[in-house]
């Protein structure tokens, strides 16, 4: 059962368009305007609640062409990465909206952490977030980063292009990082699973959200195409995987569906399933004891396949 701290602060994120008068759930409209202004409130949220953990310095870095930047926590773990992929359905998503909720693992796991910023949608379509993200990924390597020292980890959107890019490495024949760790992933644009209908009530997402960014990210090529929904490809030979996932998600079959099919293809898999939890819930510590719990999950993960 949830606690009631955790019931008391998700009602209110569900019902926080009353702020502004809407009483109904808003709708996503499928327009470039309403992408614009869901990444410009984003970037407004971050100005509100960016602070970061003290202890870590932010190093701006451009790597060929991408804007990055490195979190380095005073006490960092020589010589290992993590390697953070943000979220934001491929539309929405910087270093700047980003910084404050990564430094927390950064903080946890007293690991150099590298965040960037992948082309996004509509501007920069499929494949330029994976392309930029395998990019990445590769001047990490050339760096003199060893891919057993590094841990690939990504949220919602962001989960789900960590995963297609670990297809594409593995595919491309790049040497795979140690282990990934995603939450709430986006593993299905074409958004079949049965939880896009039975949790929309309940989800933080306005309605119909996630076919529009689909829409503009995939821009007519295959929605089940790997690479743009990793629940689609062939999994095996994956490293270890980590998922958290809250079940009052409308992303929630998106983790399930790739969990049952991970297992097939004998991955070392961990599934983790927040009863009654929200999207990306573990970002939230230490606001709620689940929260909590599940980040020190994450971390524990983290540091144990990098034997901290």
């Known amino acids: 059962m949830a606690s009631l701290k955790s ?23 499928n327009s470039l305007e309403a992408v614009l202004a869901f990444r410009a409130e984003c970037e407004k949220g971050a100005e509100r609640f960016g602070k970061i953990p003290e202890g870590i310095e932010v190093k701006p870095e451009v790597i ?12 960092a773990v020589p010589h290992k990465l993590l390697f953070y992929v943000h979220g934001g359905g491929y539309v929405s998503g910087s270093c700047n909206d980003h910084r404050s909720i990564v430094s ?5 796991t007293a690991l150099k952490t590298l965040l960037f910023e992948y082309g996004l949608a509509p ?3 499929f494949p330029a977030a994976l392309n930029d993200t395998v990019t990445i990924y590769q001047e990490v390597l050339k760096k003199g980063y060893r891919p057993e020292n590094i841990i690939m980890m990504g949220e919602s959107a962001g989960g789900g292009l960590c995963l297609a890019s670990l297809l594409a490495i593995r595919d491309q024949n790049i040497p795979l990082p ?13 958004c079949s699973g049965e939880s896009y209908r039975t949790k929309n009530k309940v ?6 959200s996630w076919t529009v960014f689909s829409g503009f990210y995939a821009a007519g090529n295959d929605l089940t195409d790997p690479y743009i929904s990793p629940l689609f490809g062939e999994l095996k030979g994956l490293p270890p995987l980590f998922i958290n996932a809250g079940n009052a998600d409308e992303l929630f079959d998106d983790s399930r569906r790739f969990y049952e099919k991970a297992k097939q293809a004998e991955v070392d898999f961990t599934f983790h399933e927040g009863e009654d939890m929200i999207h990306c819930y573990p970002l939230l510590a230490p606001l709620f004891p689940e929260a909590t719990k599940a980040m020190n999950e994450i971390t524990g993960f983290i540091k144990h396949h990098l034997e901290q």
Request: glycine share 4%.
């Open 7 to 29: 019931k008391i602060l998700i009602g209110l994120m569900r019902k926080r368009h009353w702020v502004k008068g809407q009483w109904k759930k808003p709708v996503m409209e």
């Open 123 to 125: 501007e920069n379509p």
């Open 178 to 190: 140690k282990a990934a760790v995603v939450i709430s992933p986006w593993t299905d644009l074409s």
């Open 64 to 75: 060929d062409t991408i804007i990055s930047e490195w979190l380095i926590p005073e006490d």
């Open 104 to 108: 927390k693992v950064t903080k946890a």
């Open 203 to 208: 989800s933080l997402a306005p309605l119909n």
